[in-house]
């Protein structure tokens, strides 16, 4: 379970949630505050994913990424985060 852990610690329960619908191709999760708003960007900041309330409202002046190379960035993570659990998952079939 330590890679499960690893991964955690590489993408917080936003960044998994958002990987998730990027996985399953759905463009957009929409904002846990605001659910008729979908979520355009991601907050560095605060690490969290805000839609557009959001970024006027309290994420006002941080500094945000768009979704988009949100996407690209976390896609990478995903198949890195995969990699890691197919290979645990092989280390387990060895044993
Ligand atoms: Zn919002
Ligand atoms: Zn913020």
Do not use: W
């Not at 990424?65 to 995903?78: C, G, P, Y």
């Amino acid at each position: 379970m330590a890679i499960l852990e690893r991964g955690k610690d590489l993408l917080s329960p936003e960044m998994l949630l958002f990987a998730n619908a990027v996985e399953g191709g759905e463009a957009y999760v929409f904002c846990p505050r605001h659910s008729d708003k979908p979520i355009e960007y991601f907050c560095k900041q605060c690490s969290v994913t805000v839609c557009v309330k959001c970024m006027f409202d309290e994420h006002n002046g941080h500094e945000l990424i768009q979704i988009e190379e949100m996407a690209n960035s976390l896609k990478q993570n995903v198949l890195d985060l995969q990699k890691m659990l197919v290979n645990a998952h092989r280390l387990n079939d060895e044993n």
